[in-house]
Nanobody, 113 residues
Framework: QVNLVESGGGLVQPGESLRLSCLVS????????MDWWRQAPGKEREFVAR???????KYADSVKDRFTISRDNAKNTVHLQMNSLKPEDTAVYYC???????WGRGTQVTVSS
């Protein structure tokens, strides 16, 4: 059974940065495609970014050029570097293992002055 645990959320001011991490255990991490999604209050969960086993990335238009997804196969971890954060980025951020449809429990990101 694969387990996903997110970390790195918090409260930041507009324009600041945060780095989220997702530790994956119980599987063969290096072959998986990994996603980040987010859900703001009162809204549906939405796709943020994806990285496949070869390192190819994909981003939602709303975060392109501000967010960067990366992976460390030696540490079974996927990261989301978030720069130039905006209040509209406020949400619970979830890690998803695309191949199995598995989700972590999420980490809260709040952007507010």
């Amino acid at each position: 059974q694969v387990n996903l645990v997110e970390s790195g959320g918090g409260l930041v001011q507009p324009g600041e940065s945060l780095r989220l991490s997702c530790l994956v255990s119980g599987g063969v991490f290096m072959i998986y495609t990994m996603d980040w999604w987010r859900q703001a209050p009162g809204k549906e969960r939405e796709f943020v970014a994806r990285i496949d086993s070869g390192g190819t990335t994909k981003y939602a238009d709303s975060v392109k050029d501000r967010f960067t997804i990366s992976r460390d196969n030696a540490k079974n971890t996927v990261h989301l570097q978030m720069n130039s954060l905006k209040p509209e980025d406020t949400a619970v951020y979830y890690c998803r293992l695309f191949d199995f449809g598995s989700w972590g429990r999420g980490t809260q990101v709040t952007v507010s002055s």
